[in-house]
T-cell receptor, first 115, second 115 residues
Framework: AQSVTQPDIHITVSEGASLELRCNYSYGATPYLFWYVQSPGQGLQLLLKYFSGDTLVQGIKGFEAEFKRSQSSFNLRKPSVHWSDAAEYFCAVGGLTGTASKLTFGTGTRLQVTL | DAGITQSPRHKVTETGTPVTLRCHQTENHRYMYWYRQDPGHGLRLIHYSYGVKDTDKGEVSDGYSVSRSKTEDFLLTLESATSSQTSVYFC??????????????FGPGTRLLVL
């Protein structure tokens, strides 16, 4: 069965500092990986996705993530955090099933940004 | 913007009453999904649809039913609501992406409180 672990429930960083959010997955075949962000009271917005090719993927809002197959990880990074990045971040894994892409989500990491 | 609306956006109901949530999309996407979001659990798939009248169960389908009589509408019904179904419900659609899988986009959510 597929699963996603986000080991950090809550992270606090200072504005301007770098950020890394961890994501580890378990999937029996080639994984497709996603990061979503959710602001309070809002839906989920896609930040970036990895399907194949270059293992370093760029997303919106200056975020990037690196796929490391040997470590079963897909960590999200940003070199300089802005106060508006405060939100909850979800990692998800899915695969090529031939039908609907059933995703499994992690439990999320809540990011707090201090000024 | 994937053109997804959910109605109602907020609902308070009593235990034992039936509740139907509606997801409407404007872009004729084939796949539609219903998730629930609860603290400490991330998002969990309830049901999904891969076409008109074609639906299947997800991870947490007990107590829920769905229907899709038109491409644009996907209904989630709680036949007899229970307090454990208090949650935030998200609809998603997916569209094909390069690489062979689908990327999911989410609606704004429905907050349901069962008293």
């Amino acid at each position: 069965a597929q699963s996603v672990t986000q080991p950090d429930i809550h992270i606090t960083v200072s504005e301007g500092a770098s950020l890394e959010l961890r994501c580890n997955y378990s999937y029996g075949a080639t994984p497709y990986l996603f990061w979503y962000v959710q602001s309070p009271g809002q839906g989920l917005q896609l930040l970036l996705k990895y399907f194949s090719g270059d293992t370093l993927v760029q997303g919106i809002k200056g975020f990037e993530a690196e796929f490391k197959r040997s470590q079963s990880s897909f960590n999200l990074r940003k070199p300089s955090v802005h106060w508006s990045d405060a939100a909850e971040y979800f990692c998800a894994v899915g695969g090529l099933t031939g039908t609907a892409s059933k995703l499994t989500f992690g439990t999320g990491t809540r990011l707090q940004v201090t000024l | 913007d994937a053109g997804i609306t959910q109605s109602p956006r907020h609902k308070v109901t009593e235990t034992g009453t039936p509740v139907t949530l509606r997801c409407h999309q404007t872009e004729n996407h084939r796949y539609m999904y219903w998730y629930r979001q609860d603290p400490g659990h991330g998002l969990r798939l309830i049901h999904y649809s891969y076409g008109v009248k074609d639906t299947d169960k997800g991870e947490v389908s007990d107590g829920y039913s769905v229907s899709r009589s038109k491409t644009e509408d996907f209904l989630l019904t709680l036949e007899s609501a229970t307090s454990s179904q208090t949650s935030v419900y998200f609809c998603a659609i997916s569209e094909p992406s390069s690489g062979g899988t689908e990327t999911q986009y989410f609606g704004p959510g429905t907050r349901l409180l069962v008293l």
